[in-house]
């Protein structure tokens, strides 16, 4: 899976520019505000029609422009593609593959794939559980086809029951509906939970391995799935899952009734991150968290790899800060193979891989 090149126009900062890129490593260099991260976004938004910054489309836009359009020729499953976004102000935008207009952004997924890191993924390890739900849920929509279906149908759900629990005072006639949502929730659980908890056991040995590797031996990582009521999912099929489900369903009813609040299901799942065996949202350093979350991403790409036989694309922004050199290193040698974009504002780096394709952007002009 790779990026030949990018087409640009009224996006962000640039103009009617074309970068063409290598099935290689491709360093973005630049000073700051140049546009280094707007070109890893723009890559991104092809990967399923939105940015990976909290932007609405409008904000894609280049000031005073009323279009943008990100245009890029891919090889994906060994053929060669083309991909297009054209957004415009104030009217909904249009996705293309190979030129047809696609109905609606699923449509993209599976074209080009992408495992993303960029600075604000330290919240993976800082933040809370919903982060690395989100995680887990992008994840695997793009691996498991099923999975896509099974959280859409969970969501609609959890909405539905959050309502009855909320308006059953007034309209008590919606507590005869409880029963039902409950059982078709807990079904859905038992299938996000299946694929969960081996997603995560897969993810957490990578992770740990790279971690090791990236920490010269000196902190260990632990990623463990948490779902609720302690039910241990590893191995468990949804079927074995459900009853337990229901059971923890049952015994939040009047906890639920009272509150007005969906307590049990999928919706609190976690995965708990330990460094050196303490909690890494609360000890972790700056860099042991950078450190992390870098081992995520890159076990995530290992997972992709291992289950599609194809690299997805690699995109780090602003990886190497607050890393040291050792740690900087560790990451450089682990990008030789598959496509990656890396973005940095200094040149030394560059020097260390040889046969990288360096562009250096200086306000949304590619210079070399
Ligand atoms: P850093 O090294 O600081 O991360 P960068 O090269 O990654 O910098 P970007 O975030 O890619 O910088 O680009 C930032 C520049 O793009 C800013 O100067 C910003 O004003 C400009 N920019 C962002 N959105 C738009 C827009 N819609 N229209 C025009 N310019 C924009
Ligand atoms: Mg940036």
């Not at 505000?33 to 890559?43: D, F, H, S, V």
């Not at 029951?161 to 859905?188: G, N, W």
């Not at 999928?266 to 860099?287: C, F, M, V």
């Amino acid at each position: 899976m790779n990026v030949n090149e990018i087409y640009l126009d009224g996006y962000r900062n640039y103009i009617d520019t074309t970068a063409h890129f290598i099935n290689g490593v491709n360093v973005i260099t630049g000073r700051n505000a140049q546009g280094k991260t707007n070109l890893i976004e723009a890559i991104y938004y092809l990967t399923s029609g939105r940015s990976f910054r909290p932007a609405s489309d409008k904000e894609l836009i280049k000031f005073d422009t009323e279009t943008a359009c990100i245009r890029a020729g891919i090889v994906s499953n060994e053929r060669e593609q083309t991909l297009e976004a054209r957004i415009f102000r104030g009217r909904r935008r249009h996705l293309f593959a190979n030129d047809v207009k696609l109905k609606k952004a699923a449509e993209l997924a599976g074209r080009l794939t992408a495992v993303l890191f960029s600075p604000d993924d330290l919240t993976l390890i800082k933040d809370g559980a919903s982060v690395r739900r989100k995680m887990m849920d992008n994840c695997l929509s793009q691996l498991r086809p099923g999975y896509l279906a099974a959280l859409t149908e969970f969501n609609k759900l959890y909405e539905h029951k959050t309502r009855i629990l909320r308006d059953y005072h007034e309209k008590p006639s919606l507590l005869e509906l409880l029963d039902d949502y409950d059982l078709r929730l807990a079904e859905q659980s038992a299938k996000l939970i299946y694929y969960r908890a081996a997603f995560a056991e897969g993810l957490s040995k990578r992770a740990a391995k790279i971690h090791d590797e990236f920490a010269s031996g000196t902190e260990t990582l632990s990623i463990t799935y948490k779902t609720v009521g302690r039910i241990d999912a590893e191995g468990k099929k949804p079927s074995e899952l459900l009853p337990l489900l229901l059971r923890h369903q049952a015994e939040h009813r009047n906890a639920e009734l009272r509150s007005g609040l969906c307590l049990s299901g999928a919706h609190k799942d976690d995965l708990e991150i330990e460094i050196n065996g303490t909690p890494a949202r609360k000890y972790a350093s700056q860099g042991q968290a950078r450190t992390a979350s870098v081992s995520i991403k890159l076990a995530e790409r290992d997972i992709h790899y291992d289950d599609k036989n194809e690299y997805p694309v690699l995109l780090l922004d602003d990886v190497l800060s607050e890393l040291d050199s050792k740690r900087q290193n560790f990451i450089l040698s682990r990008i030789k193979e598959g496509q990656v974009f890396i973005t940095c504002c200094e040149d030394t780096v560059i020097e260390a891989l040889h046969n990288g394709n360096t562009l250096r952007i200086e306000k949304g002009k590619i210079i070399a």
